[in-house]
Every structure is written in C-alpha cells, then in structure tokens.
C-alpha cells in the first residue's frame, strides 16, 4: 500500500471505522514504514490545548471576551433590525388600510 493512501486512512484506522482487510493492510505498511508509524503515533497521541504551548489564562480571557462583545454585538442589532423591520411592517399595513 502507498504511503498517501495510508496517511489518508489513518483517522479512520485509528477510530476503527475501517474494514478488516483495510485495518490488516494499514497495520502491515506502518511495522514497515517508519514514516507512516512515526504518523500513526503522533496522531493516536491527544492533543493537549492547554500545555505549554497554549495562550496564557489572560489572553484567552481576553480573546473570549473580545468574542462575547462582538456575539452579542451582532445579536442586539440583528433583533433591533427584526423589530425595526416588524413594526415598519405594522405601520404600513396600518397605513395601508385606513
């Protein structure tokens, strides 16, 4: 098997989501290639988001609030223009109709 067919398969093979015969051939390429299993180990390996090479506890409260301000930004004028644009509405038909 090629090298890119298994780097391409390892996700599934690590997650067991292949077929018998696919898991039988990927294991066979990684004990023989040395690339392929230094892959293999790193990506069965999980991923620490909050070791050393992480942000500081500061910065990430500061990115998560620059990221509330900017949520709620957007949802304050998206309900503003909801109401603007109902009562817009109302005034029309009301208009409309008298």
Known sequence: MKCHLV?????LYIEGDCSRKTERLVAAHIKTCEDCREMYDMMREPVN???????????EEAEEQKFRKAYYQRLILKGAALFGGGYLL????YLFFL
């Open 7 to 11: 780097r391409d398969l390892l996700p």
């Open 49 to 59: 988001f909050h070791g050393d090479g992480g942000l500081p506890k500061e910065a």
């Open 90 to 93: 109302m005034l029309l038909i």
